[in-house]
């Protein structure tokens, strides 16, 4: 069982390459398809694929912590008192794990935004008679991936609640 949750949380960290991957592949085709579906089409497509990235993106990060969560649980009944702050720190013996990892925030709040807007920079004077519909675009996107991160933290929470697993008095 141990490693089982081991291998799922390695899934979920391969999940972050295979988006990228696919994104790669995404400005390729695009750019390729751009003289039939237009600039218009081109960034409109780009804002759907990083929108839905982010929200995959948070998905993997809820499985990756989810399964911290079981690891840790399952150590906590194999470590005697005295493992703590010589196997791991103490202060982990207190809580369960966070909703989620420091990385997610970076990729989400910093590496898709800056795709979107570094690409309506690049192309924008193919589509600035269209610049009211992107922005429009981007902030729909934007709100749906602040929705969608509720409702996951939302789930997470639920989890948590229910989650078997106890917190040492170290």
Do not use: H
């Not at 089409?41 to 399964?67: D, K, P, Q, Y």
């Not at 800056?114 to 729909?140: F, G, M, S």
């Amino acid at each position: 069982m141990y490693e089982t949750c081991w291998n799922n949380v390695t899934r979920a960290e391969d999940a972050i390459w295979k988006i990228i991957a696919a994104y790669t592949a995404l400005f390729a085709g695009l750019s390729i398809a751009k003289p039939v579906i237009g600039s218009l089409g081109f960034i409109l497509l780009i804002i759907v694929f990083s929108i839905a990235g982010m929200c995959v993106s948070m998905n993997a990060n809820l499985w990756f912590t989810r399964n911290m969560g079981l690891i840790s649980n399952i150590e906590k009944e194999f470590l005697k008192k005295e493992d703590w702050d010589t196997l791991l720190p103490k202060k982990w013996a207190k809580k369960k794990a966070s909703f989620s990892s420091k990385e997610i925030w970076w990729i989400i709040f910093s590496i898709f935004p800056v795709v979107i807007l570094a690409t309506t920079y690049v192309i924008y004077p193919d589509v600035k008679q269209n610049i009211i519909c992107i922005v429009i675009a981007e902030l729909v996107g934007f709100g749906i991936v602040i929705w969608y991160i509720f409702k996951t933290k939302k789930t997470y929470n639920g989890f948590i609640k229910e989650a078997p697993g106890k917190l040492i008095d170290s």
